[in-house]
């Protein structure tokens, strides 16, 4: 089956620019989008199709996808982007979905 | 406006039944393919099932093919998940989750949630 892999955390500095990573085999010939999710609350689309925003979502978050690595940038990073984020693709007619990476903004 | 809003979790012992419910006002409900996605206390997002717009086509995961059953019911706007043979894995937060249909295949809207908890 297919597998993605996060980094279970990442920390980055109010105001700098936050990656966050997600890796699967030849994931740069699949869309991929990318979930946000603050304590207590349900996920939230924040990016889709690799680098597109959802309305309402800061032009701060922005996305890349090639070869084996799919890439979440939040720039300007702020205290209330401090969340868990999941990457999501389909597979053969079946959701995957990252482990999630938690972003603490320091 | 787009509404998701689960409901039927509860306390249940282990080999017991429950059904989960989704009404789903506010926008076309029978054009889109419906998921069940849960999460356990402190893990991560797992799908579960997967129901297309007319309800002639439905997915599951391994985990829980053969126990639980995913429906729709377009006159009334709402998604079900039938869940029989319960494991205390089973327990988790289980969202109803709307799937784009714009020609790409996010997962657009999510409802809150509602609680299963599989007691042993």
């Known amino acids: 089956s297919y597998e993605l892999t996060q980094p279970l955390s990442v920390s980055v500095a109010l105001g700098q620019t936050a990656t966050i990573t997600c890796a699967g085999n030849?994931?740069?010939?699949?869309?991929v989008h990318w979930y946000q999710q603050k304590p207590g609350q349900a996920p939230i689309l924040v990016i889709y199709?690799?680098?597109d925003r959802p309305s309402g979502i800061p032009e701060r978050f922005s996305g890349s996808n090639s070869w084996n690595t799919a890439t979440l940038v939040i720039s300007s990073a702020q205290a209330g982007d401090e969340a868990d984020y999941y990457c999501?693709?389909?597979?053969?007619?079946?959701?995957?979905f990252g482990g999630g990476t938690k972003l603490t903004v320091l | 406006e787009v509404q998701l809003v689960e409901s039927g979790g509860g306390l249940v012992e282990r080999g017991g039944s429950l059904r989960l419910s989704c009404a789903a006002p506010?926008?076309?409900?029978?054009?889109?393919?419906m998921h069940w996605v849960r999460q356990a206390p402190g893990k991560g997002l797992v799908w579960v099932s997967s129901?297309?717009?007319?309800?002639?086509?439905?997915r599951y995961a391994d985990s829980v093919e053969g126990r639980f059953t995913i429906s729709r019911d377009n006159a009334k706007n709402s998604l079900h998940l039938q869940m029989n043979s319960l494991r205390v894995e089973d327990t988790a937060v289980y969202y109803c989750?709307?799937?784009?249909?714009?020609?790409?295949?996010?997962?657009?809207?999510w409802g809150q949630g509602t609680l299963v908890t599989v007691s042993s």
């Open positions: 129901i297309n717009g007319d309800g002639s086509s439905t």
């Open positions: 030849n994931i740069g010939r699949k869309d």
């Open positions: 506010g926008f076309t409900f029978s054009v889109y393919w």
């Open positions: 989750v709307r799937q784009d249909n714009s020609g790409w295949d996010e997962f657009d809207f």
């Open positions: 199709r690799d680098s």
């Open positions: 999501h693709v389909w597979d053969t007619n079946t959701v995957v």
